[in-house]
């Protein structure tokens, strides 16, 4: 007997046993008719115990777990949307609006109802403008929501854009015309540095902001009040508790919980002067900051030209913004607040006072400028005068401090550098602002350069020469500030030294956590005497106080209230002092105080944009236009009750006095000849014309 | 003798009467009335109340119970005979899907013959399984010889091996159920039951080599519902959801979140049990299940009274196919078994397996009408 394999006869044995079995027994029909009932009963005994485990199962599922399980099905249903809250609006010091949110109606695109997203904007845009932007913005936006949320493409259409619109309806699936809020600027370009502007939400907002409060937020501040305050502007967004399909499409409201709207802000910005100030820059490129010395509330913050922020809320042509972006005039750049510019001479009162409170000069102490040229021992460099040409190189005369400011005299400047020690003015410089930002709530203030022998050695490797000294005793050099800066100097000087930091916000629906410890009344920083610097380096041997110097004793050093007083006689002089002759009226008078209200204290100042060679003359007629020099004035007015402070800019204006001293006459006019009107005309009222008694009554020429 | 039973009948009387000459039994047309109404509404409400769904599913139902009026008119002697041949074309029709046939969702189920609408040859399967076990052991003695088991098993096996690569694991498991129960009602031993059953758990593992990564991932999915949670076990643990959250009574009809608001997928096919779960609670499911075992016992009964061997094991086997398909779709739906697409007889949307179900009671109409008593 073969073996097929190993157990082959134990498997065998199993179906021999089986034939024999079955051989043995015949097919009897009835005992397998009641074997089959027998065996059906315990097969159905088997089912009812199967559906006995089915409902068992149904039982732990619906009984036990059923609380787990309603949660999660509850989970599913409910979902929380985010109500965008209203922005809050911004006024300015009289209530006028300055940004407003008006209804409007919008192209919205539900990305789920078209065939095609891409065509279907390509069809969109062949019947209204859609920029590029507008197009990268909306996937942006539709990439973080639902494809059957509605987002919007364009927003604030013309009332013939909506018609073109709804006449394609047909061929437009899952495009829709819906009412919307955007933001709006009633002063366009005059406001836009000043009170910013909104900007659609880029992908980069969307990681930097807070998810939650920014889900249905579309617009999003990017420039001046709107960016600075942009969290209190935008509110607390609202939910609605609503029922949604596994697609998360809306079923409907379960609940809702309104959204709180951003506070309303209102700025000490004056519209009429902000204006006025606008239009007395007129075509030229340049900036006017007018602050109130008092508050340090900024009245006028304007930067010509602008551009009009509405445009960035309703989109615009590809070639308008490319125009924003390329024009050489730069109408994006905030030049009031981020423009950086050599001060010039608006920095001799400075310099001046830090001269007084060194005590390497006193009003008394008079130079001689014979041939308008300063020249350093041992060096045979030129330092000359702004009057010096190579035809007239007579010099100024006889000069005291008070001449050296209403003449501006260089060579006066040049010999307090040459005396004061070695970063004695950036020290003395930074406690007006210069090198730093003192306004609190600018958007983007720039600190501008304040330069002294660390920072020299770190940017440049050299140590600070005598030269350095010399050029920013004259606001020359490295130095750099804002206009927004030296309208905070004029405060300053007009406070005769009180420290008020300059700000947009006047007040609010509610503290705000921009301003740390809802504060805004910060400062009043003392210009008192200050300690003299040690005396660092042997190269500023030539400085500090010279043998010789009679009447000049250390003791003297620090500032007196009369320095302040006679510091703004001085600038009141280079305003008023006129019809006193060749080379002694003030440098503005000529321009702007022969028919002058109020008593008015100025500056000019005229920065070098470009170098001038040793031995040669600046020559305006030579320069192209964008070489030419910057026009500086600093000034407040009523000098003994300043009530505004202002600085103008005129990029490659040319002369300070001539062309930036009338745009600020023209700002304080506007500023202050209606309030003095009204108070003549009462006054004259009440008292039958005692006009000697107001303030800005003409008086006497020192 | 007939006409005194048909008094008893629920119709009673004359109609009574009428059913019995067309070999229809009243009772098993009451249990699965029963379950088609219920079905009907549920469906109603997992369509969210589409009329269009519910008048196709109707006609298709419709169709499925004049089929079985058919099945039942025809002697079973001559599903005796053509059993084998059956079984035969099924084979063949199957071998030429695999080889020809249109694939619809991923899966090779259809058979597109010119002339003919397109139609699943595993669908005949289930049928002709039970059919030709039964015709085979008919002519054998009986409890069978463990060869002619072995022959029975390699008979459904054949089928099965053939479905389960389309891949269709649920209707080869369907296929393969009514030929093993057709053989555990034949009468061998409840030890070889035993033995048999624990070998196929033993061997089980084994499957794993021959299952398509897609049915891989149903079985873990099955082991471990949060494995994928937004994918494979998104079905199941919705399903859980629904039923476990509609709890004793149900949030009523119309009213189930997971089903109105489409978070429980193949709600009106597959899943449609928890449709019932959710609205209805654990007193519709229960209710549902209380039906499905009405049916499985009137069925059963029936198939005790048969003339024959072959009416006895074909009534039975079909039977329990129909009841396999209960407890895996229930078993599934609630997580008890793996998700193996096998839907709820004579309740999921889609006319097919009515059709295969209600033919098969016509068989066991047929079978026990045709018993002379």
């Known amino acids: 007997m073969t073996r097929p394999f190993p157990g082959w006869h134990a498997v065998k044995g199993i179906f021999d046993r089986d034939r024999a079995r079955q051989q043995a027994q015949l097919k009897d029909v009835d005992q397998e008719r009641r074997d089959f009932a027998s065996r059906t009963l315990v097969v159905f005994f088997i089912v009812a115990v199967m559906c006995c485990v089915l409902t068992a199962r149904m039982v732990w599922l619906t009984v036990f777990k059923h609380d787990e399980y309603r949660t999660i099905s509850e989970d599913n249903r409910i979902q929380m949307f985010g109500v965008p809250p209203p922005r809050g609006r911004i006024y300015d010091r009289t209530g006028i609006l300055l940004a407003d949110n008006v209804p409007v109606f919008s192209i919205f695109v539900i990305p789920e109802l078209t065939d095609n997203v891409d065509a279907t904007l390509s069809a969109i845009a062949a019947l209204v403008e859609l920029s590029d932007e507008e197009i990268d913005a909306f996937h942006t ?82 420039r001046g009040v709107e960016a600075f305050y942009e969290h209190s502007l935008h509110g607390e967004p609202g939910s609605r508790q609503v029922e949604v399909d596994a697609l998360g499409r809306e079923q409907r409201e379960l609940g809702r919980n309104p959204p709180r709207p951003g506070w309303n802000l209102t700025l000490h910005l004056d519209a009429s002067l902000q204006v006025a100030a606008a239009q007395a820059l007129g075509e030229r490129r340049g900036a006017v900051v007018a602050i109130d010395p008092r508050s340090g509330g900024i009245l006028a913050l304007a930067s010509v030209p602008g551009y009009d922020p509405n445009l960035f809320v309703t989109g615009m042509d590809p070639a308008v913004y490319d125009e924003l972006v390329i024009s050489p005039n730069k109408p994006l750049f905030n030049r009031a607040a981020n423009g950086r510019y050599a001060p010039g001479s608006t920095f001799k009162p400075i310099v001046g006072l830090a001269a007084l409170a060194h005590g390497v000069t006193d009003w008394e102490r008079t130079i001689v400028d014979n041939d308008g040229v300063y020249r350093l021992p041992n060096n045979r460099r030129q330092y000359r005068d702004w009057t010096w040409t190579k035809d007239n190189p007579s010099g100024q005369g006889v000069i005291d401090l008070h001449r050296a400011i209403y003449r501006s005299s260089n060579i006066y400047f040049y010999g307090l550098g040459d005396r004061l020690p070695v970063d004695s003015i950036p020290r003395f410089a930074a406690q007006f602002g210069y090198g730093r930002v003192l306004s609190i709530d600018v958007a983007g203030a720039e600190p501008g350069l304040l330069p002294d022998s660390e920072w020299k050695m770190g940017a440049r490797g050299e140590g600070w020469y005598p030269g350095d000294n010399l050029n920013l005793a004259i606001g020359q050099g490295d130095l750099l500030a804002t206009p927004l800066q030296l309208a905070t100097v004029a405060s300053i000087i007009a406070n005769r030294g009180r420290v008020v930091r300059p700000r947009m916000l006047l007040n609010s629906d509610a503290d705000l ?29 030539h400085a500090g106080t010279r043998p010789g110097d009679a009447g000049l004793r250390p003791e003297d050093a620090g500032l007196r209230s009369v320095d302040w007083q006679r510091m703004v006689d001085a600038m009141e002089a280079v305003v008023h002092r006129g019809n006193q002759g060749y080379r002694e009226n003030g440098t503005a008078w000529a321009y702007i105080g022969q028919d002058i209200a109020y008593r008015m204290a100025g500056k000019s100042g005229t920065a070098q944009v470009v170098g001038i060679a040793q031995g040669e003359e600046y020559d305006e007629e030579e320069l192209d236009e964008f070489s030419r020099k910057h026009a500086w004035f600093i000034a407040f007015a009523p000098v003994d009750d300043p009530r505004i402070a202002v600085c103008v800019l005129v990029e490659n204006g040319g002369s300070g006095s001539a062309v930036a001293g009338p745009v600020a006459r023209e700002v304080l006019d506007h500023y202050l000849l209606p309030e003095l009107a009204a108070v003549t005309s009462t006054a004259t009222a009440l008292a039958s014309g005692s006009g000697r008694a107001l303030a800005g009554a003409p008086r006497p020429d020192d | 003798m007939p006409s005194d039973y048909a008094r008893t009948l629920p119709l009673g009387g004359a109609p009574g009467r009428a059913l019995l000459r067309l070999h229809l039994d009243p009772w098993l047309l009451l249990g699965l009335g029963a379950i088609v109404a219920f079905g009907l509404l549920v469906l109603y409400s997992a369509s969210h109340r589409d009329l269009e769904t519910l008048a196709n599913q109707a006609l298709r139902i419709g169709a499925a119970f004049a089929l079985m009026f058919v ?88 089928p099965t091996a053939l479905i389960v690569p389309q891949p269709d694991l649920g209707t080869g498991l369907m296929v393969a159920a009514g030929g093993v129960a057709v053989i555990v009602m034949s009468g061998i031993r409840w030890r070889v039951v035993g033995a048999l059953t624990s070998l196929v758990v033993l061997a089980s593992p084994a499957l794993w080599f021959v299952m398509t990564p897609y049915q891989k991932g149903r079985v873990l999915t099955f082991l471990d519902p949060g494995r994928q949670p937004q994918d494979a076990g998104w079905n199941i643990t919705q399903s859980k959801a629904a039923i476990g959250s509609g709890g004793f009574s149900g949030k009523d009809l119309f009213n189930g979140t997971q089903s109105q608001l489409d978070f429980l997928p193949e709600s009106q096919t597959d899943f449609i049990i928890a449709v019932i779960g959710e609205e209805l609670g654990l007193v519709g499911i229960t209710l549902l299940l209380v039906l499905y075992l009405l049916v499985v016992a009137r069925a059963l009964l029936m198939a005790t009274g048969a003339q024959d061997t072959f009416g006895r094991l074909a009534a039975g086997g079909l039977t329990l196919v129909f009841f396999a398909y209960v407890f895996v779709n229930v078993g599934m739906v609630s997580g008890l078994l793996p998700v193996v697409g096998v839907p709820l007889p004579l309740v999921s949307y889609g006319g097919t397996s009515a059709v295969t179900l209600l033919v098969g009671f016509g068989i066991v109409m047929s079978i026990y009408g045709h018993a002379t008593r």
Request: charged share 20%; proline share 9%.
């Open chain 1, 141 to 222: 936006l539709a990439s973080e929501s639902f494809p059957h949320s509605p987002v919007r493409v364009r927003p604030q259409i013309t009332p013939e854009e909506r018609a073109v619109i709804e006449v394609n309806r047909h061929r437009l699936s899952g495009v829709q015309v819906r009412p919307d809020t955007v933001r709006h600027y009633p002063y366009g370009e005059v406001m836009a540095h000043a009170v910013g502007s909104v900007r659609r939400k880029t992908a980069e907002d969307i990681r930097r902001l807070d998810r939650r409060r920014y889900s249905r937020t579309q617009f999003v501040g990017k």
């Open chain 1, 513 to 541: 956590p921009e301003l740390e410890n809802g504060e805004l009344t910060v400062d009043f920083v003392a210009l008192g005497g200050i300690e003299a610097g040690p005396a660092s380096g042997s190269q500023n041997e």
């Open chain 2, 71 to 158: 099945a039942a008119q025809l002697n079973p002697r001559i599903y005796l005979r053509w059993a084998p041949g059956l079984y035969i074309l099924g084979i063949v029709l199957l071998i030429a899907v695999l080889l020809f046939g249109t694939t619809v969702k991923g899966s090779q189920r259809w058979l597109d013959l010119p002339g003919l609408p397109s139609f699943q040859p595993s669908e005949l399967m289930k049928l002709a399984v039970p059919l030709v076990v039964a015709w085979y052991f008919h002519a054998r003695p009986l409890p069978p010889r463990i060869r002619h088991v072995l022959v029975a098993l390699v008979l459904c096996a054949l």
